[in-house]
Structures are given as structure tokens and as C-alpha cells.
């Protein structure tokens, strides 16, 4: 093959892999395992990570409805597809709130280092923000920078939230009208640090911070 013809393949191929992607949320979890493998063999290792996101997004609408079992299930998705320890602690929290005393949520919290303590459970590093905050890397963005330095801001999306500040000590969930509204909070030790304020309309399929104290 000359040349030309082995970049318009290569381009062709790379086109093939971008669609599937965007498709990723009708796969079966086997066809999303496939997919996620063609793209580390082409050395696109972002694009598995989107393909995983988008896969888990389409679940987590499914799965909301399941309860308590459904946000476990949800957990462990999170853990095994992108070892997300924040982000599966941030769902086993939300079961805990439905079902303080399940102690398949319990035990998950504790292999993920969380710890009760005095009634609360604590994340395992309580103040991600210090002492070793992450350099600016280039072309850095101003919500970036934020998520960076740890400091939450409205329009956050409960993925960005996590990466901001992680897991929240203790979180509580409101449904109504066609939303839910869970307030995250953070603490350290006994002095409440944030409290944020995440809006979710699972119709629209959007979330995003709201408000932060």
C-alpha cells in the first residue's frame, strides 16, 4: 500500500472508531469492552474513556430507577470501567441516605477506605485540595484551574464536582417535580468546609452545581 493509500485507511479507520464512540451508550457492556480495546490498540486511550462515560451515563438513567441495588450496581460499573473510587463513593453515599443500615453498601464504603466516624463516613482523604496542589499545565482552562485548586463553582457537572474536591462526607437527595436536588457537603473534621447544591433532571438528562456555601 503506498503512502496515501495507508493514511486515507488510517483516516477511514480513525473516522469508524470516533462514530462508534458517540454510539457507545446502545452497546452491550461486551461490545463496549471490545471498543474500548480498539482504541488502546490505536493508541486513543481518550476516546475509550468518552466511550465508557457515555456508556455510563445511559446505565445511570436505567439504574436510578432500581433504588438502593441500582446505585450499587452503578458503584461498581464506575470502579471496574474507570476506577473511579471518588465517584463510586459518591454512590454508595446517595444508597447509604436511602438505606442507612445495607450492608452491601457498608462493605463497599469500607474496601474503598471510608470510615464512620461519629455517626458520619468520612472519605478516606477528606481534604483533597491540600497540601500538594497539582501544577497549571498548558492552555488551561479557568473551570480547570478551579477543579485544580479545589474550589467548587456553579455549572459543575457532578463528574467535575468529584474531580474538584472528591467524595463528600455526607450527601441527601430530594426528588420532586421532575428534578432531584442532592446537597453535597464537605467537612473537615467537625467544620462544614462547602456545601453544594447539585440539580439533576433526569428527563433532560442533565445535572449541574447550582449553588455552592
Given at each position: 500500500?503506498?503512502?496515501?493509500?495507508?493514511?486515507?485507511?488510517?483516516?477511514?479507520?480513525d473516522?469508524?472508531?470516533?462514530?462508534?464512540?458517540?454510539?457507545?451508550?446502545?452497546?452491550?457492556?461486551?461490545?463496549?469492552?471490545?471498543?474500548?480495546?480498539?482504541?488502546?490498540?490505536?493508541?486513543?486511550?481518550?476516546?475509550?474513556?468518552e466511550?465508557?462515560?457515555?456508556?455510563?451515563?445511559?446505565?445511570?438513567?436505567?439504574l436510578?430507577?432500581?433504588?438502593?441495588?441500582?446505585?450499587?450496581?452503578?458503584?461498581?460499573?464506575?470502579?471496574?470501567?474507570?476506577?473511579?473510587?471518588?465517584?463510586?463513593?459518591?454512590?454508595?453515599?446517595?444508597?447509604?441516605?436511602?438505606?442507612?443500615?445495607?450492608?452491601?453498601?457498608?462493605?463497599?464504603?469500607?474496601?474503598?477506605?471510608?470510615q464512620?466516624?461519629?455517626?458520619?463516613w468520612?472519605?478516606?482523604?477528606?481534604?483533597?485540595?491540600?497540601?500538594?496542589?497539582?501544577?497549571?499545565?498548558?492552555?488551561?482552562?479557568?473551570?480547570e484551574?478551579?477543579?485544580?485548586?479545589?474550589?467548587p463553582?456553579?455549572?459543575?457537572?457532578?463528574?467535575?464536582?468529584?474531580?474538584?474536591?472528591?467524595s463528600?462526607?455526607?450527601?441527601?437527595?430530594?426528588?420532586?417535580?421532575?428534578?432531584?436536588?442532592e446537597?453535597?457537603?464537605?467537612?473537615?473534621?467537625?467544620?462544614?468546609?462547602?456545601?453544594?447544591?447539585?440539580?439533576?433532571?433526569?428527563?433532560?438528562?442533565?445535572?449541574?452545581?447550582?449553588?455552592?456555601?
Amino acid at each position: 500500500m503506498i503512502p496515501e493509500q495507508h493514511a486515507q485507511a488510517e483516516k477511514h479507520r480513525d473516522a469508524e472508531l470516533a462514530f462508534l464512540v458517540k454510539t457507545a451508550a446502545t452497546l452491550t457492556r461486551n461490545q463496549l469492552g471490545d471498543l474500548v480495546q480498539r482504541c488502546k490498540d490505536r493508541k486513543q486511550e481518550s476516546l475509550g474513556s468518552e466511550a465508557i462515560t457515555r456508556w455510563l451515563t445511559r446505565r445511570e438513567q436505567s439504574l436510578r430507577k432500581d433504588g438502593v441495588t441500582g446505585l450499587i450496581q452503578l458503584s461498581d460499573e464506575r470502579l471496574a470501567l474507570l476506577q473511579d473510587r471518588p465517584g463510586a463513593g459518591a454512590l454508595l453515599l446517595e444508597a447509604l441516605q436511602v438505606a442507612p443500615k445495607n450492608e452491601d453498601v457498608i462493605e463497599r464504603l469500607k474496601k474503598l477506605g471510608y470510615q464512620e466516624v461519629n455517626g458520619q463516613w468520612v472519605a478516606p482523604q477528606a481534604n483533597p485540595a491540600a497540601p500538594n496542589v497539582p501544577l497549571p499545565v498548558a492552555n488551561e482552562t479557568e473551570l480547570e484551574r478551579f477543579i485544580r485548586l479545589g474550589v467548587p463553582k456553579i455549572g459543575m457537572t457532578p463528574a467535575q464536582l468529584l474531580k474538584c474536591l472528591g467524595s463528600p462526607q455526607s450527601l441527601t437527595r430530594v426528588a420532586s417535580s421532575g428534578r432531584v436536588t442532592e446537597t453535597w457537603t464537605y467537612r473537615d473534621g467537625a467544620t462544614v468546609r462547602y456545601t453544594v447544591t447539585v440539580d439533576r433532571r433526569p428527563s433532560r438528562g442533565t445535572a449541574e452545581v447550582v449553588s455552592v456555601q
